[in-house]
């Protein structure tokens, strides 16, 4: 069963940056697309970025330009940068596993904590 741990959430002013983090056990990472979603009160949980094995990257275009998806293979570990940060992009963040193709959720069978980010304007 794969395990994900999300981490770097916090506070921040409209305009700041935040670095999230999310590691991730088993040995499939590497083969896998991984995936940014986050859900905020009220609303459904949405994908905001996705980054294949290969490195190939998609964003939702709410975050087109602000967000950057990376990921180390090493380290099992999937990150996103979070720039120009706005007030609406208030949520719990979660990684999980995304579609090889197109954009779309394709999650694990689990999810982690999330990791909550708060942005006051």
């Known amino acids: 069963q794969v395990h994900l741990v999300e981490s770097g959430g916090g506070l921040v002013q409209a305009g700041g940056s935040l670095r999230l983090s999310c590691v991730v056990s088993?040995?499939?990472?590497?083969?896998?697309?991984m995936g940014w979603y986050r859900q905020a009160p009220g609303k459904q949980r949405e994908l905001v970025a996705t980054?294949?094995?290969?490195?190939?990257?998609n964003y939702a275009a709410s975050v087109k330009g602000r967000f950057i998806i990376s990921r180390d293979n090493a380290k099992n570990t999937v990150y996103l940068q979070m720039n120009s940060l706005k007030p609406e992009d208030t949520a719990v963040y979660y990684c999980?596993?995304?579609?090889?193709?197109?954009?779309?959720?394709?999650?694990?069978?689990?999810w982690g904590q999330g990791t909550q980010v708060t942005v006051s304007s």
């Open positions: 980054i294949t094995g290969g490195n190939s990257t």
């Open positions: 999980n596993g995304a579609r090889n193709s197109g954009f779309g959720p394709a999650p694990f069978s689990s």
């Open positions: 088993g040995s499939i990472f590497s083969l896998s697309t």
